[in-house]
């Protein structure tokens, strides 16, 4: 199965990249944010880290990958091959998030214990670095190097998370954020470790408008693709 192949050379490129080992370091900063903290302030910062944690190994580090494929132009030849678009950003999509489940499952383990939600908590990770990963992959796609879309990047990355942080910590309770798909998950991180009660429309909204637009951001990825990897490679 092609998609099984792709996965195994992801797989074998993450590892070769060294983003496992980057994903273990972050997890590592997060708890030396973390363990300092008493007890009772640690579910407070948490839904933060997790955030955070999403857009570290979502936004940066498909990014990464992209511009480590240009450099070793092995990007535009992924045209050539039988591997179908969806193959291909599936396969880089499921380890991620994998990869990203597992930092978020280990760190508040290890600095809770189990006195958590889990069922919030993996929704809102699997969602919130979907989220991150598809407009990371989406940004890079456009520019030739990672220094040049650093610095663009920084916007859509804010955009999608200031907004649902001044929500969540009550400097700006304005409906506007509920347009910010990432204010989600970072609600459910906020109900997992009983931070917030969410209503059941919010829970609803939580879970439906981020899927939403994880099918939108996945069309967007691929019309980018197909402008700035097939057209430019001459697929088309």
Known sequence: MRLASALRLELTLQVRQRFLHAAVFSGLIWLAVLLPLSRSLRPVAEPYILLGDTCIIGFFFIAGTVFFEKQERTLGAVISTPLRFWEYLAAKLILLVLISLFVALVVPVISHGVGFELLPLVVATVLGTLL????????????????DWFLAATIPLAAMTVPPVLYYSGVWPSVVTYLIPTQGPLLLFGDAFGQISLAPWQVLYAIAYPSLCVVLLWLVAKAMFVRFVVAQSGGL
């Open 132 to 147: 991150m990963l598809l407009v990371g992959f989406a940004t890079s796609l456009p520019f030739a190097s990672i220094s």
